[in-house]
């Protein structure tokens, strides 16, 4: 058994947006903790149960705190500091997992509901997409075991990110936890499980920059009827309750692997 501390950058923006929504990459750090549990082989504590140990340990928090931020501003690590966290948790291996949405021109990466919140309020017409890194250390050795970065389309086919009412800002976020449930959360899942047991599960191919379809083509088309995209969000439930392994190998969006 190995265990895996899971760890979103924004794991302590607790409603720190417009919409008091979960920061994506909590929304992705759970699924793959969901999913390293249900192998039997991985165990990875809850975002909430990582919270509650913190809320206990100053220090650790502090070096938590530390850490995530320093891998936002510029994804540089601290191994020294991730050795004391993992100790803390007596884990082995820490999984790191950002989200935010690169912006032209600026130094600056903005988080997916500010950017949200921006595009709406102004009418930006830009082609944004929302990338995300997981990047898997080994806190024993001081070493990257595995590096991924998704890259992911927000915009519709007109090239607009906008929720003009809550219904709109509600289906966004159900599309966002259908991509990170049915989709993200899979593929990085199985890469971290490859570098434990590498001959357990034979990878699927990663494919390049393929079509999206079903649910994922519906939602990136923003409705002028409030209540159709709710609609959708219920009838795509149903045809996608029967949730494959994880280890089915689904990709989705642009990926580079490191």
Same mark, same amino acid.
């Given at each position: 058994m190995f265990n895996v501390v899971v760890l979103p950058v924004d794991?302590?923006?607790?409603?720190?947006?417009?919409?008091?929504?979960?920061?994506v990459s909590e929304i992705i750090a759970q699924d793959v903790i969901d999913n390293f549990n249900s192998t039997?082989?991985?165990?990875?504590?809850?975002?909430?149960?990582?919270?509650?140990?913190?809320a206990q340990d100053s220090s650790v928090k502090n070096y938590t705190n530390s850490i995530l931020?320093?891998?936002? %501003? *510029?994804?540089?690590?601290?191994?020294? #500091?991730?050795?004391?966290? +993992? $100790?803390?948790?007596?884990?082995?291996?820490?999984?790191?997992?950002?989200?935010?949405?690169?912006v032209d021109g600026a130094y600056a990466r903005r988080n997916v509901w500010e950017m949200l919140v921006l595009s709406t309020d102004f009418k930006i017409t830009h082609p944004y997409s929302m990338e995300t890194t997981a990047v898997l250390i080994d806190t024993v050795n001081?070493?990257?075991?595995?590096?991924?970065?998704?890259?992911?389309?927000?915009?519709?086919? %007109? *090239?607009?990110f906008?929720?003009?009412? #809550?219904?709109?800002?509600? +289906? $966004?976020?159900?599309?966002?936890?259908?991509?990170?449930?049915?989709?993200?959360?899979?593929?990085?899942?199985q890469n971290v499980y490859l570098r434990f047991f590498p001959k357990v599960v034979d990878p699927q191919p990663i494919v390049d920059d393929p079509k999206p379809?079903?649910?994922?083509?519906r939602f990136e088309s923003?409705?002028?009827?409030?209540?159709?995209?709710?609609?959708?969000?219920?009838?795509q439930r149903a045809k996608y309750s029967d949730i494959p392994d994880?280890?089915?190998?689904? #990709?989705?969006?642009?990926?580079d692997e490191y």
């Open positions: 794991l302590f923006k607790v409603c720190a947006n417009y919409y008091c929504y979960p920061e039997g082989r991985i165990n990875s504590p809850s975002i909430n149960a990582v919270r509650q140990k913190l931020t320093r891998y936002s %501003n *510029d994804k540089s690590l601290d191994f020294a #500091a991730m050795k004391i966290i +993992a $100790k803390a948790f007596n884990a082995n291996s820490i999984l790191i997992i950002s989200n935010d949405v690169p001081d070493l990257v075991m595995w590096k991924g970065s998704f890259t992911k389309k927000i915009t519709d086919n %007109n *090239d607009m906008k929720a003009p009412n #809550a219904a709109d800002a509600y +289906a $966004k976020l159900e599309y966002f936890k259908l991509y990170s449930r049915d989709i993200l959360s899979k593929n990085i899942s379809e079903g649910a994922y083509f923003d409705s002028d009827i409030p209540g159709l995209q709710n609609q959708l969000i219920q009838t994880f280890n089915s190998g689904d #990709a989705y969006g642009d990926y």
